[in-house]
């Protein structure tokens, strides 16, 4: 198995660089030992490519079995001072998809192979090149959706939230250091010590757990928050939809279970992307494709970060669940509007769009992505998280050990402490490395 694993980091691999469809530019990408790149290009430009200079872009002719397909710049990056750590070449050439696709075949046809999904980064991580958490931080930064997803990635892969976890594992080193000692040579260490350093771990494990609790919301701002609204027919969810998107995106009609299938849109609010959806009336449907949009209904639901749950005012009985919109406020009377605003219910008035502010303020709120947006540091995966919650589980376990019982709080302090390695990643396993790179787009 390693064997397999060293040959295919061997490999020359080849790939376009660049989104799919027509553009001015295509980029097509290779990554290999110096000999294998030199070949390669050899195979496309000819003798140019002895002469070229490291980082220095070159025009030239592009030939595929002796006729000329276009013309371009290459570039060569001698390693290990590449991305990949590798030997990198890359062909900048007319942005057609059909024309890239021929250099990639005939780079095959000399010996590459196609990279598969974020390829070129895991050599990167394996040629000692990016740690995991900057090969996440590239991940987050090309999937960001809104501007305080880019902002966040990009503070992730400029080694802030590196740097964090490094002083935190400094800090568990001395604390272990210091509790070992206690073990070996009790005689010489001072209870007062002792407490300084259990002090010091309640310390650790606050800061820890607060950053822990962040990886939800930090996933949301990647990914974007689904927001679904849902209620019965005719209770104003599109006028809504409508009114929160700020244009007519879903059709408004008096007639009941107009809205059949799912309507989405997305909207930025404040720098995090929210994923708006319509969706069916909720009633009891006789018409097999009205049936199916309720059943749609209830799947978008329980999939949901945030549900808005919409009502008809003037037919609202009991308090409000989560984020409860009464519709038509402006045909309420006093005494029903204080009902509602008492029982959290949320009035607008839609297309005028009074309280529309409040909805929004409310799924915001609920979201929580906006409150973590301006944090200087932020965990945006299931790994990070489930890392970081291992390393405050055990601190909570040598806390809890004390004084009384210091093996077990050094035995937890160490365990403490290699979570913080598993979380920065300075030994991956292969199927952490498979199930990372597997989501990454090819090319990078």
């Not at 001698?78 to 075949?105: I, K, M, S």
């Not at 609204?229 to 007519?248: C, E, I, M, Q, R």
């Not at 209904?297 to 409860?324: F, I, L």
């Not at 909805?359 to 992505?369: C, K, L, S, Y």
């Amino acid at each position: 198995m390693l064997g397999r694993v060293h040959g295919l980091l061997d490999d020359p691999i080849v790939t376009i660089s660049t989104p799919r469809g027509r553009g001015a530019i295509g980029i097509v990408r290779i990554s290999g030992s110096g000999p294998q790149v030199d070949a390669l290009l050899h195979h496309l430009i000819g003798a140019p490519a002895q002469r070229l200079v490291d980082r220095q872009l070159q025009l030239v002719t592009v030939r595929i079995a002796g006729a000329v397909l276009d013309r371009g710049l290459v570039v060569r990056f001698f390693g290990p001072r590449t991305y990949t750590g590798q030997d990198v070449a890359e062909l900048h050439l007319h942005g057609n998809p059909v024309l890239l696709t021929q250099v990639v075949e005939a780079l095959q046809d000399a010996g590459a192979r196609a990279a598969r999904p974020g390829e070129l980064t895991r050599r990167a991580v394996q040629n000692g090149r990016l740690s995991l958490l900057d090969a996440e931080g590239v991940d987050a930064l090309i999937r960001a959706p809104g501007r305080a997803a880019v902002q966040l990635a990009a503070r992730q892969l400029g080694g802030e939230l590196t740097q964090r976890l490094e002083r935190w594992r400094d800090d568990l080193l001395t604390v272990a250091v210091a509790l070992e000692a206690a073990v070996d040579f009790p005689e010489d260490v001072d209870e007062a010590d002792i407490a300084q350093d259990l002090a010091r771990l309640v310390a650790l494990a606050t800061s820890m757990a607060r950053l822990a609790d962040t990886a939800r919301s930090g996933r949301l701002l990647l990914a974007g928050v689904r927001v679904v609204l849902t209620g019965p027919v005719n209770a104003g969810k599109s006028t809504l939809f409508n009114a929160l998107l700020g244009h007519d995106r879903s059709i408004v009609s008096p007639r009941p279970g107009t809205t059949r299938d799912l309507v989405a849109e997305s909207v930025e609010w404040d720098g995090v992307v929210y994923r708006l959806e319509d969706t069916a009336g909720l009633r009891q449907a006789a018409d097999p494709i009205e049936a199916e949009g309720v059943e749609r209904t209830g799947r978008a639901v329980e999939q949901a970060d945030v549900v808005v749950v919409v009502r008809d005012g003037r037919a609202v009985e009991g308090p409000a669940s989560g984020v409860g919109v009464a519709t038509h406020a402006d045909l309420l009377d006093e005494s029903t509007r204080s009902r509602l605003l008492g029982g959290g219910w949320l009035l607008v008035a839609t297309p005028q769009g009074a309280g529309l502010d409040a909805v929004q303020e409310a799924i915001t709120a609920a979201a929580g992505a906006s409150a973590v947006a301006t944090q200087d540091v932020v965990l945006t995966t299931v790994r990070q998280g489930q890392a970081l919650s291992e390393a405050v589980a055990a601190l909570d376990d040598a806390i809890t050990a004390g004084a009384e019982e210091v093996v077990l709080s050094a035995v937890a302090v160490r365990r403490a402490g290699r979570a913080l390695e598993e979380l920065i990643g300075a030994w991956p396993e292969e199927r952490v490395l498979d199930e990372l790179f597997s989501r990454f787009c090819i090319g990078k």
